[in-house]
């Protein structure tokens, strides 16, 4: 059973930084590409970023480019989200997602297989 396990989230201030952590289990995890998504109340969830199985390729939205990196250590298993420079805009509940291609680019919610159940980030001014 594949279970993907969200951790970090927790109250930041405007400007600051914070890193989430999601543990995987029950899937060859190199195999996957893993991706960070997000959903602020009221709208609907969004790709922020995403990494492929061995590493080296990652994608990112435009609102984090610049400001957020991820990475990921297959020996543990882990894929992390590190977040700089955060905006009020950055709150919301942050879900760890993966695919079975090793090497996927999308951006749908659809086209990801698992999911956590989030984590929520919490930006304050």
């Known amino acids: 059973q594949v279970q993907l396990v969200e951790s970090g989230g927790k109250l930041v201030q405007a400007g600051g930084s914070l890193r989430l952590s999601c543990a995987a289990s029950g899937l060859a995890f190199s195999s996957y590409t893993m991706a960070w998504f997000r959903q602020a109340p009221g709208k609907e969830r969004e790709f922020v970023a995403s990494i492929a199985g061995r590493g080296g390729r990652v994608y990112f939205a435009d609102p984090v480019k610049g400001r957020f990196t991820i990475s990921r250590d297959n020996p543990k298993n882990t894929v992390y989200l590190q977040m700089n420079s955060l905006k009020i805009e950055d709150t919301a509940v942050y879900y760890c997602?993966?695919?079975?291609?090793?090497?996927?680019?999308?951006?749908?919610?659809?086209?990801?297989?698992?999911w956590g159940q989030g984590t929520q980030v919490t930006v304050s001014s």
């Open positions: 997602a993966a695919n079975r291609e090793g090497y996927y680019s999308g951006t749908s919610t659809g086209e990801y297989h698992y």
